[in-house]
């Protein structure tokens, strides 16, 4: 049976004698900083930049990890008749995907905001009990991948939704995406809500939500202050923002990361979330995208647009950006059953396996997808091709979530933790497997050789993406470009270090083709160094190596 403390965040320290809101987590207490702050902020700021963590891994805290991992995922809900706790949390399950760190459910009855959190699956945070102490008229929720290491008092602190105050009132906030402007956040808070410069509790979204209560003192207005918020961040952002009597969801202007609204049955309420696999498992209809740079309110009186001008005359620093959704969401992150700007994931990644054949045919006997996002694509070339599809890998679905840590001996088996082939379907057959993307190359070096001590007599591996060459500062977990395998070596030395007798990637052109959006506008930066935003600030020293010359869409 979990005890209840006392959330200890700096928004948690400011409202902990505010009687109209109440935090609760299923963590132990943890210790915090001496809020006291006597430094000058100017000899503060290059310790404090240091210290701010985003949404992204740095490379020391992936050195094991070989694969693509995307932040988080958001959900809200407006429906003052039904159990929008209990269809939170329901929602976050369909969103586990998306990140299994922390999990985090906020909920106002008309008056008061409570929220609770956790480290864990949502399932593993909150009990029927707990749920059912969570009762009001809208709820905002949030699950979030591990990109801090292993530190559980951080990822605690990380957890969302995080919360601020405005005078006797409160908000809760809960983000997707990375801020790549963090030092123009900090220049721009006030000194009581500057973060100490030993502070690692520190992070993009805590910033953001820092300068909205700072812009609700200062306009007394939340709406005017989430506008004014949009037109300083730069990055990715799909928030998610309840107050007492409203909710409020927020998009970037470049669309980074998706973010979708539906409604409920018989005029019941409204819903928005990160992918539609969430509003279909509520019973939600979708209705359509977010779009980039609008701000959406929900409350009593119905549901809102509010466009937010990206006009460069206006020195507006969001007018810097362009939309550019984020490609790897129909490769990998999101899952097969939802459907993103029009396009359904599942159909764009059998497509991706039909084109892939046409571009990289090889006479082999069998196809198999790597496990999960691989499959629809293997199935698809397999389809295009005439050449039998056939299950080659059964995938362990609980491994990650053991808090027993293996052993060195298991540790060093790699992905064989996670993979196991099917001998009888591999041996002695020449195969084509069917995956998303090379990293470090690490991992596929690892199948490439598990298959082959299963019998295989040839290995053509089949990439769904193309190369990956740039690191992506928008909420992926490649912020260095060291840390990617194809900076450095071509296809034909990749192809040798990992193992296979061939190796081929979708192109960007055929990529793009497989995706029918209806406003199709990517990101492709992590292919070809075409960023849709002004440079980072800070930036990491070693992000780009030698002779790599990134375009910022402000040049």
Not at 28 to 43: A, D, I, M, Q
Not at 46 to 73: F, K, R, V, W, Y
Request: proline fraction near 5%; glycine fraction near 6%.
């Amino acid at each position: 049976m979990s005890v209840l403390h006392s959330v200890r965040t700096r928004s948690a320290r400011r409202l902990a004698t505010r009687p109209h809101i109440m935090l609760k987590n299923t963590a132990l207490p943890l210790k915090r900083p001496n809020p006291v702050r006597t430094k000058p902020y100017k000899n503060r700021i290059a310790t404090m930049l240091s210290s701010i963590t985003s949404t992204t891994l740095n490379s020391s805290d992936i050195e094991n990890d070989d694969a693509l991992h995307e932040a988080c995922g958001v959900f809200g809900i407006w429906a003052p008749q039904l159990d929008v706790s209990r269809m939170t949390f329901f929602g976050l399950q369909a969103l586990q995907h998306r990140g299994q760190e922390s999990a985090g459910i906020a909920v106002t009855d008309g008056s008061h905001l409570t929220c609770e959190k956790g480290l864990g699956l949502a399932r593993e945070v909150f009990s029927d009990e707990m749920i059912a102490q969570l009762q009001g008229i809208a709820a905002i929720g949030h699950v979030r991948y591990s990109t801090s290491g292993k530190d559980p008092e951080l990822s605690f602190q990380l957890a969302h939704p995080l919360i601020g105050e405005n005078g006797n009132k409160s908000f809760a906030l809960a983000h997707n995406g990375t801020l790549t402007n963090t030092a123009e956040l900090i220049n721009e808070l006030e000194e009581v809500y500057r973060p100490k410069k030993d502070d690692k509790h520190v992070s993009d979204t805590q910033l953001a939500t820092d300068l909205l209560t700072q812009y609700c003192s200062e306009m007394n207005d939340i709406q005017a202050a989430l506008t004014r918020l949009m037109n300083l961040m730069l990055g990715a952002y799909s928030m998610v923002v309840l107050t007492d009597t409203a909710l409020y969801t927020l998009r970037d202007y470049s669309g980074i990361r998706p973010l979708c609204i539906g409604e409920l049955p018989e005029n019941a309420g409204w819903v928005v979330a990160s992918e539609t696999c969430a509003l279909d498992l509520i019973g939600a209809t979708p209705l359509r995208e977010v779009a980039p740079g609008e701000l959406i309110r929900i409350d009593a009186d119905g549901i809102h647009s509010i466009p937010v001008l990206n006009d460069s005359a206006s020195n507006n620093q969001a007018a810097l950006s362009r939309p550019a959704r984020c490609l790897f969401e129909y490769v990998y992150f999101a899952r097969p059953d939802s459907v993103i700007d029009g396009a359904n994931v599942y159909r764009a990644r059998e497509a991706m396996g039909r084109r892939l054949f046409h571009e990289a045919p090889v006479d082999a006997d069998i196809v198999i997808g790597v496990p999960d996002s691989g499959i629809p694509a293997a199935i698809g070339y397999a389809r295009e091709s005439g050449v039998i599809y056939s299950e080659g890998l059964v995938k362990n679905r609980y491994i990650d979530r053991t808090f027993i840590q293996p052993t060195q001996e298991l540790r060093e088996q790699g992905i064989r933790i996670k993979l196991n082939p099917l001998h009888y379907a591999v041996r002695n057959r020449r195969i084509i497997v069917v995956d998303d993307s090379i990293v470090r190359g690490s991992t596929s070096k690892q199948l490439v050789q598990m298959l082959r001590d299963a019998g295989a007599a040839e290995v053509h591996l089949r990439i769904t993406s193309p190369a990956i060459i740039w690191p992506c500062f928008l909420g992926i977990n490649t912020d260095t470009q060291e840390q990617l395998i194809a900076a450095s070596h071509s296809v034909e030395e990749t192809c040798a270090y990992i193992g296979a007798d061939s190796l081929a990637y979708l192109s960007l052109e055929g990529l793009k083709s497989c995706i029918y959006a209806n406003h199709p506008h990517y990101c492709s930066a992590c292919f070809d160094g075409d960023y849709p935003m002004p440079c980072p600030n800070p930036l990491h020293d070693n992000a780009f190596l030698p002779n790599y010359e990134p375009k910022w869409n402000n040049q």
